[in-house]
């Protein structure tokens, strides 16, 4: 079973420039979330989907925001890129989501560069 | 505010050791405490999760205990590998943000041989 892909791994923008991560999920997985990874901040939630619906939202700006398609793949976008956005954005997937036991598998991430 | 801090930051341990790492949380809602494993270049990877109606749980060489009325928990590895370098986070999810995971900061562990 293929595990959850991330395209494209590595991205280099500049400032005011805006950017669009996808996500594919497990075969059968509907729920994806997303999230920030930095030196400083450590893993940082932005966003979960659950069948094209935006169910919990972290504490990002307005700037971040996602979607998710009937196939459960999910892409998120940054515009107006800033210095501090580059980070390794990951991806992860579970079955419903429905309750905080399900396992979530992360992909290898996207990993952001803004000049 | 952060809701699950993590420690220590970096640990050396050398091969055949323990490794233990510790957690607490703030948030009494939380009901289910993953360890994640992070190798550079990967993404997180699901070691072992813990429920709080369980004071421990075993996998292998992987074992978290689990306090609830400290509201901490902690990963011990036995007989630390040097291919357990890795960095390592905890995590907590439940409550009104059952569809989120709040990581701690993460833990580097240098397993020497």
């Known amino acids: 079973k293929a595990g959850v892909t991330q395209t494209p791994r590595y991205l280099i923008k500049t400032r005011g420039q805006q950017v669009t991560l996808s996500c594919s999920p497990i075969?059968?997985?509907?729920?994806v979330s997303w999230y920030q990874q930095t030196p400083g901040q450590g893993l940082q939630f932005l966003f979960e989907?659950?069948?094209?619906?935006?169910?919990n939202k972290g504490n990002f700006p307005g700037r971040f925001s996602g979607r998710q398609f009937s196939n459960s793949r999910s892409e998120m976008n940054v515009s107006t890129l800033e210095l501090g956005d580059s980070a390794l954005y990951l991806c992860?997937?579970?079955?419903?989501?429905?309750?905080?036991?399900?396992?979530?598998?992360f992909g290898p991430g996207t990993r952001l560069t803004v000049l | 505010q952060q809701q699950v801090k993590q420690s220590p930051q970096s640990l050396i341990v050398q091969k055949g050791g323990i490794s233990i790492i510790n957690c607490a949380y703030e948030?009494?809602?939380?009901?289910?405490f993953p360890w994640y494993q992070q190798f550079p270049g990967k993404g997180p990877a699901l070691l072992i999760a813990?429920?709080?109606?369980?004071s421990e749980k075993k996998e292998g060489r992987f074992t978290i205990s689990f306090n609830k009325s400290a509201k901490q928990f902690s990963l011990h590895i036995m007989d630390s590998q040097p291919g357990d370098s890795a960095t390592y986070f905890c995590?907590?999810?439940?409550?009104?943000?059952?569809?989120?995971?709040?990581f701690g900061k993460g833990t580097l562990l240098t397993v020497n041989p």
């Open positions: 813990i429920r709080p109606d369980v």
């Open positions: 995590a907590a999810s439940g409550g009104g943000s059952n569809y989120k995971l709040t």
């Open positions: 948030n009494t809602a939380f009901d289910y």
């Open positions: 992860a997937s579970s079955r419903s989501g429905g309750h905080s036991y399900n396992e979530q598998f």
């Open positions: 989907y659950f069948s094209e619906t935006q169910r």
């Open positions: 075969s059968g997985h509907r729920s």
